[in-house]
């Protein structure tokens, strides 16, 4: 599934638009994941940033703007090319998302039946690998419910991982985890990254894990609607020039600057 | 208000406000302002605020403020609107440093604009606008759904639709053979119940043996599609809703559509056929046990042999009639099946959604049921069948 285009970014976001309705979510956001990068997309609570992941991953159709994926835009095109786009992506829920009514293995199986001439023996050695990789051996015939929420989290990964895609989205991978899990997890991701050379695109605003993991990252803001910034979050935190980001990437902890620093930022979205 | 109640007891809550002369409102507290004692109300307060001259200021006397809790912060917050609307400055130093401090913090963030809802009434004409529109969305979005899910059929019949042969035949057991209790039940019932008002009525004009006749043909044409459909719309119809919205109030749907498996395909077209397969064979199940009800009440009642009856019961049922029958028994499947899996797929976030979309699987459900029973009965009648 690994393309020889290199040329073209492996998603680009293009003047984006999300609303429900009249109600505007998101809008103008501009930004280009290039291949094999971790890419956060962070912001405060309620900005859009999971509207944003839902679609990316197709889930809702923007209102203005363009996804591309290696330069084919993934909303003006046809049914079928769509499809063949989003077998290219792994998705990780907020919760996991697993099919309650199949075990763990079924669950990684299904994507693997569905779209691999693999027969009934192989797939169950694949989903056996699949789950020993995030640390759930011997768990593939329980159900969901049966686990805990760490472990659902875990196993969804495995069934996110299945087909082994290009490009990985994760909704708040370290919600609901202990710090050891969160850390763990962590270093998964980027172990993923480097094995399979995945893209990995994250909805987190858990700063430990954003420093620790990310390449490169986009604030949105919930007040403006759009994004502040675009950079790499360290540099972010001890540069960028809008008091917002720098104050959030640092737990807001700095005290407002005297003159309204951050009044650039809402005329014009600048990337730092 | 405020000074009787001053008088009563020290404990009592109560409010005084007053104006000095520079012009300035001094409110001042007495007694508890505890939560669950009688609080007087603000209103002279807030009324006093209004009427105050300009460049005017707030100040609070709480010299005489026993405890306090919620109670007085709410009074409080009162006030600072008020004050807030009137472009009225306020000393907050008259008041205990924890009252100020929680008083601050419920200022600190102003209301985000437009999140609050407006609970305006709006006129009659703009509520059946609105309704009108609703109605016209829900219909169009009804003929999506249609319009879908024959696509799906038809991906299906090419045998290019992606589901789990699996879920079929699960969907299959659960519809039908675990239903054939209740099914049964019911039908032996109603089998029952037709024989008596039969009996009683036909024995006297001595036509009993015709008993026979009214049980078989009312099972067989219209009571055992019509039972059993109802039942499964209960059982089955409100399952499919509950399943379906509850994997959507998971994100199981979604985590469907990004794997590229059409939730149309993989959910709803193995359900639809399941139903669409079993309730024929339900109702042929329900028609003998309905026969079965009756013969019993008769050989009971009347004077009549087994033989008898069972010669009767063939000479009343006709292959035409038992075939109109299953017809009706196919259409309800359809219909109790659309409607249970609709309003799964349309359901909601919450939990409050999940009941909502089940109870309209149902009542959806029953109600095409009888549409359809209608309609087929005046089909039967013009085509003479």
Known sequence: MISADTEAPQIEVRDLTLAYGSF????????TIPRGQVFIIMGGSGCGKSTVLKSMIGLKQPAKGEILYRGESYWDTDDDARERLMRNFGVLFQQGALWSSMTLAENVALPLEQYTALGTNEIHDVCRLKLALVGLAGFEDYYPNEISGGMRKRAALARAMALDPDILYFDEPGAGLDPISAKLQDDLILELRDSLGATVVIVT????????????????????????AVGDPKELRDHSEIFAVRNFLNRGTLTPPPVSDDEPAASAPAAS | MAETNDKKASSAAALQPSKTQS???????????????TLPETRSALDAIASLPAGGRIKFDTT?????????????????????KHNIEIDHSGLPEGAAKLLHLAFAVGERSGAKRSDEKSSLVIRIGK???????????????????????????????????????????????????IVGLISFLIGIIFAFVGVIQLNKFGAGIFVADLVAVGMVREMGPIMTGIIMAGRTGAAFAARIGT??????????TTLGLDPMDFLVLPRVIALVLMLPLLTIYANAVGILGGMMVSLSMLDVSATQYWVQTKSAVTIGSIVT????????????????????????????????????????GIVWIIVSASVLTVIYITLGV
């Open chain 2, 64 to 84: 005489a403020l026993g405890g306090w809790d919620t109670g007085l912060i709410v009074a409080l917050s009162r006030i600072e609107e008020s004050a807030n």
């Open chain 2, 131 to 181: 309704a009108t529109s609703r109605a016209i969305g829900n219909l169009k979005s009804s003929l999506a759904f249609l319009g879908k899910f024959m696509e799906s059929l038809g991906r299906f019949f090419t045998g290019k639709a992606n589901y789990q042969r699996n879920d079929l035949w699960v969907t299959m057991q659960e519809a039908g053979a675990e239903a054939l209790p």
């Open chain 1, 205 to 228: 605003h858990e700063l430990q894990s954003i420093f620790n993991i990310a390449d490169n990252c986009v604030f949105l803001d919930p007040e403006t609607k759009t994004q502040l």
């Open chain 2, 247 to 256: 994997m959507k109030v998971n994100e199981e749907v979604d985590a469907l």
């Open chain 2, 325 to 364: 029958g299953l017809i009706k028994a196919t259409v309800y499947g359809i219909v109790i099946a659309i409607a249970g899996v609709k309003s799964g797929l349309e359901c909601g976030s919450s939990a409050q959604a999940v009941g909502t979309a089940t109870t309209s699987a149902v009542v959806s």
């Open chain 1, 24 to 31: 505007v979510v998101q809008g103008g956001l501009n930004f």
């Open chain 2, 23 to 37: 012009g300035d409102l001094v409110v001042a507290f007495s007694g508890d302002w505890e939560l669950g004692q």
